[in-house]
């Protein structure tokens, strides 16, 4: 991928970069780890304009979903997952396993989201998929 991907607009599906593979999951079916490269980590700050921060406060006197925070949040999330991928690889990595999220307050107008995983470096696996018993 060349450049910064565009931000999306408002209320479009968020479409998750397809040069690196980002699971929540510690393994990706049909691949093989063969090199655990470390954490990586995606950050980003964002801060609330005036406006909205208005128009929340009297919006949460009806109760209710705020949706210009929502709206928001997903834009820092969709970000931070780019991050990631971006620091990932980076780092040499085609993958990242066990991925979350952090969020905080900065201040009472910023949100720092993170997003965070283990980089590694991926093959297809193409031995039969084995069936998961608990015992």
Known sequence: MSGNPPTPALGSAYTPSTDVLIVTTPYAPGYRVTKVI?????????????????????RSWGGGEIKVYTELLAQARHQAVQRLGEHAKGLGANAVLSVGFDTSELGAAMTEVMAYGTAVVVEPDGAAAQPVTLR
């Open 38 to 58: 470390g954490a990586t980590f995606g950050l980003i700050v964002r801060s609330r304009g005036l406006g909205q921060n208005i128009w929340a406060f009297f």
